[in-house]
């Protein structure tokens, strides 16, 4: 749990809430919230209209008492009350467009967010993924999106119509008496505090809970999704996940409930204060009337007055605690918005040299993760010359997999470089170097799109080709598993949508293959990609492999020496550290981790046949 401060709602720098919020609001929606402004001014005026109508309606019938006939003030009588019908009438139209104008802006705002913190969220580094106070910050920001927005076009609706209807009201009211105007707005201010102070506290305890909230959600979400649900069953983790959600959603709810009692007292006793205050102007009018100082028509105008401008004074003044509470989501929206990925384009990037003859070095490259305590990589040395193939071998978590991520320029070294024909890695536009690079990684996705579609995502600047889609399934071997599907390259695959068909994880691995071929690079990087392919396909597939690459160069990650044994030269990593390279009959040679290792692949198998 994180206690951040919280900024106090001042009064000095409120105007820079509004016009944060409202340029948000405009910059996405400019044409309904244009309407939207001139029904705030429309619905501001007419109750202050249809209140001065009233009044002369009572005076004039009043006048009509004391006259010898009566029914003269008749046809005055029904102009106004015409009139008066028209404005309500005028009322309920201008209230219905404006819940239009609302919804409209609201969902385009919404959406517009969404599209913000889409954008933000592929820009920022992959650092951030892996940062818990990231995932916070994310975290809150996508929770409150969907509704924020809403909230806040209503919020400044709403606060402009008050605000304009309370300037009506006051000229009345401070007309009567501005004692009574300073009495009533007083007596509105603790009620507004209570609805700061519980604003504030809600926040406070959103911000402290958000990673108990993820928990929850993240026990819901092994429950719920596929992809856990055989374990789920199998280790029987079912009333374990389940007890735990409960537990910490129980203990949520105990404190948000706790939170909104409070509240409810707290706004209970305070709106004591408003009845005072309101029925004791009420007295002090009605005594008015009685001494003649006003009329039966000032009495009635003056009563509806005092408690329309109690109500416009409380909503503006819970507006602006709602506001606040808009402000302290933007503050956290913009936070996110505000993170920098450090991994950039420098400002004038080198063009990446010509496409296939490159020749990549690793230089004394250390490396280790964000909160991570101990180098991943230290001192490295590596060299891919040319269409060279060159293998990674090593134990699980001995730095392979960083190594590739740090070629891709996911990450930058802490030190030593990585240079492309002499030219470092940092000068290139890093959108411009990844596209010299194909990757399947270990955990490569698996697209919810048609198989056609899965391989294209491999280089979405290609036009999607049939012909060359199904070339690229060809080489990966994933073309007769896609002819078997119903629809051949059309038919979706994974379960998401409407016809899908699951792979196994080897279909699947060809298919993450086939998107590395399709992709037009000069270097294709596998790491462990026959972990799950049967020992035929795997043969078939490296068998060709040098065809394949069609004069590329490519780095190759196995724990298999039959897959390891074709290449050009093999560095052993060990805790970080190059230990060994060579050819696989140098390092057999060697006699060092390399053979050792082969010698334990090869023994087991033996004992096994
Ligand atoms: P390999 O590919 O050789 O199995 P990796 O390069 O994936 O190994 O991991 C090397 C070490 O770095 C491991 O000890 C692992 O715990 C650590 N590591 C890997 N990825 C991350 C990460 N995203 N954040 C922190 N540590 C990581």
Same mark, same amino acid.
Request: proline share 4%; glycine share 6%.
């Given at each position: 749990?994180?206690?951040?401060?919280?900024?106090?709602?001042?009064?000095?720098?409120?105007?820079?809430?509004?016009?944060?919020?409202?340029?948000?609001?405009?910059?996405?929606?400019?044409?309904?919230?244009?309407?939207?402004?001139?029904?705030? $001014?429309?619905? /501001?005026?007419?109750? &202050?209209?249809? #209140?001065?109508?009233?009044? +002369? @309606?009572?005076?004039?019938?009043? %006048?009509?008492?004391?006259?010898?006939?009566?029914?003269?003030?008749?046809?005055?009588?029904?102009?106004?009350?015409?009139?008066?019908?028209?404005?309500?009438?005028?009322?309920?139209?201008?209230?219905?467009?404006?819940?239009?104008?609302?919804?409209?802006?609201?969902?385009?705002?919404?959406?517009?967010?969404?599209?913000?913190?889409?954008?933000?969220?592929?820009?920022?580094?992959?650092?951030?993924?892996?940062?818990?106070?990231?995932?916070?910050?994310?975290?809150?920001?996508?929770?409150?999106?969907?509704?924020?927005?809403?909230?806040?076009?209503?919020?400044? $609706?709403?606060? /402009?119509?008050?605000? &304009?209807?309370? #300037?009506?009201?006051?000229? +009345? @009211?401070?007309?009567?008496?501005? %004692?009574?105007?300073?009495?009533?707005?007083?007596?509105?201010?603790?009620?507004?505090?209570?609805?700061?102070?519980?604003?504030?506290?809600?926040?406070?305890?959103?911000?402290?809970?958000?990673?108990?909230?993820?928990?929850?959600?993240?026990?819901?979400?092994?429950?719920?999704?596929?992809?856990?649900?055989?374990?789920?069953?199998?280790?029987?983790?079912?009333?374990?996940?389940?007890?735990?959600?409960?537990?910490?959603?129980?203990?949520?709810?105990?404190?948000?409930?706790?939170?909104?009692?409070?509240?409810?007292?707290?706004?209970?006793?305070?709106?004591?204060?408003?009845?005072?205050?309101?029925?004791?102007?009420?007295?002090?009018?009605?005594?008015?009337?009685?001494?003649?100082?006003?009329?039966?028509?000032?009495?009635?105008?003056?009563?509806?007055?005092?408690?329309?401008?109690?109500?416009?004074?409380?909503?503006?003044?819970?507006?602006?605690?709602?506001?606040?509470?808009?402000?302290?989501?933007?503050?956290?929206?913009?936070?996110?918005?505000?993170?920098?990925?450090?991994?950039?384009?420098?400002?004038?990037?080198?063009?990446?040299?010509?496409?296939?003859?490159?020749?990549?070095?690793?230089?004394?490259?250390?490396?280790?993760?964000?909160?991570?305590?101990?180098?991943?990589?230290?001192?490295?040395?590596?060299?891919?010359?040319?269409?060279?193939?060159?293998?990674?071998?090593?134990?699980?978590?001995?730095?392979?997999?960083?190594?590739?991520?740090?070629?891709?320029?996911?990450?930058?070294?802490?030190?030593?470089?990585?240079?492309?024909?002499?030219?470092?890695?940092?000068?290139?536009?890093?959108?411009?170097?990844?596209?010299?690079?194909?990757?399947?990684?270990?955990?490569?996705?698996?697209?919810?799109?048609?198989?056609?579609?899965?391989?294209?995502?491999?280089?979405?600047?290609?036009?999607?080709?049939?012909?060359?889609?199904?070339?690229?399934?060809?080489?990966?071997?994933?073309?007769?598993?896609?002819?078997?599907?119903?629809?051949?390259?059309?038919?979706?695959?994974?379960?998401?949508?409407?016809?899908?068909?699951?792979?196994?994880?080897?279909?699947?691995?060809?298919?993450?293959?086939?998107?590395?071929?399709?992709?037009?690079?000069?270097?294709?990087?596998?790491?462990?990609?026959?972990?799950?392919?049967?020992?035929?396909?795997?043969?078939?597939?490296?068998?060709?492999?040098?065809?394949?690459?069609?004069?590329?160069?490519?780095?190759?990650?196995?724990?298999?020496?039959?897959?390891?044994?074709?290449?050009?030269?093999?560095?052993?990593?060990?805790?970080?550290?190059?230990?060994?390279?060579?050819?696989?009959?140098?390092?057999?040679?060697?006699?060092?981790?390399?053979?050792?290792?082969?010698?334990?692949?090869?023994?087991?198998?033996?004992?096994?046949?």
């Amino acid at each position: 749990m994180n206690s951040h401060p919280l900024p106090p709602l001042k009064f000095s720098t409120l105007h820079q809430t509004l016009i944060r919020a409202f340029k948000l609001v405009w910059g996405m929606a400019p044409g309904w919230t244009g309407i939207n402004l001139v029904l705030v $001014v429309v619905l /501001g005026i007419l109750p &202050i209209a249809a #209140l001065y109508l009233t009044k +002369l @309606i009572v005076d004039t019938v009043t %006048v009509g008492l004391t006259v010898p006939e009566p029914e003269s003030v008749l046809p005055q009588v029904i102009i106004y009350i015409i009139v008066a019908a028209v404005i309500a009438l005028s009322i309920t139209i201008a209230r219905s467009l404006s819940e239009l104008t609302s919804e409209a802006q609201s969902t385009i705002v919404t959406d517009g967010v969404s599209d913000i913190l889409h954008a933000q969220s592929i820009a920022v580094d992959l650092e951030y993924y892996e940062d818990t106070s990231y995932y916070d910050t994310l975290h809150r920001a996508q929770q409150e999106a969907p509704y924020r927005p809403t909230r806040i076009v209503n919020s400044l $609706v709403q606060m /402009g119509q008050n605000v &304009i209807s309370l #300037l009506g009201v006051a000229v +009345l @009211i401070l007309s009567f008496s501005w %004692v009574i105007g300073f009495v009533l707005f007083a007596a509105a201010i603790p009620a507004a505090m209570v609805r700061y102070y519980f604003a504030r506290a809600r926040y406070r305890f959103e911000q402290d809970h958000t990673e108990n909230e993820r928990q929850a959600w993240y026990y819901h979400w092994v429950l719920t999704d596929s992809s856990h649900a055989k374990e789920v069953r199998l280790f029987n983790l079912g009333t374990i996940f389940r007890d735990r959600f409960r537990d910490l959603r129980d203990d949520l709810r105990k404190g948000r409930l706790n939170l909104a009692r409070y509240r409810t007292l707290s706004d209970s006793i305070s709106q004591v204060i408003v009845v005072i205050a309101l029925f004791s102007t009420f007295a002090l009018i009605a005594y008015s009337t009685l001494k003649g100082e006003i009329t039966v028509g000032d009495l009635v105008m003056y009563f509806l007055a005092f408690q329309l401008g109690i109500g416009f004074i409380q909503a503006i003044l819970s507006s602006l605690a709602g506001l606040y509470e808009d402000n302290l989501f933007l503050t956290n929206f913009y936070q996110f918005l505000d993170l920098r990925p450090q991994i950039r384009s420098p400002d004038n990037p080198v063009p990446v040299p010509d496409p296939i003859h490159k020749k990549i070095e690793f230089r004394e490259i250390w490396f280790s993760y964000k909160g991570g305590v101990k180098d991943v990589l230290a001192g490295v040395n590596l060299t891919l010359n040319p269409g060279e193939v060159i293998a990674l071998v090593g134990e699980n978590g001995s730095g392979k997999t960083t190594l590739i991520k740090l070629l891709c320029r996911l990450y930058d070294p802490n030190a030593g470089s990585i240079t492309v024909n002499g030219i470092d890695l940092r000068s290139f536009d890093p959108v411009a170097w990844r596209k010299e690079i194909s990757v399947v990684f270990q955990d490569y996705v698996h697209y919810h799109l048609s198989a056609g579609e899965n391989i294209w995502v491999g280089d979405v600047e290609q036009a999607p080709e049939p012909s060359r889609i199904i070339a690229a399934a060809h080489r990966s071997g994933a073309d007769p598993i896609i002819n078997r599907l119903p629809e051949g390259y059309q038919t979706n695959l994974g379960h998401w949508f409407a016809g899908g068909q699951e792979l196994s994880e080897g279909e699947w691995q060809k298919i993450a293959l086939a998107r590395a071929f399709f992709r037009n690079s000069s270097i294709i990087v596998l790491d462990e990609p026959t972990s799950s392919l049967d020992p035929l396909a795997e043969a078939e597939l490296f068998r060709n492999f040098r065809n394949l690459l069609e004069g590329r160069s490519a780095v190759l990650i196995s724990h298999r020496f039959s897959t390891v044994q074709m290449a050009d030269r093999i560095y052993v990593i060990d805790g970080g550290r190059m230990i060994e390279q060579g050819s696989h009959q140098e390092l057999l040679r060697l006699n060092g981790k390399y053979a050792r290792l082969f010698r334990t692949q090869a023994e087991h198998y033996q004992r096994n046949q």
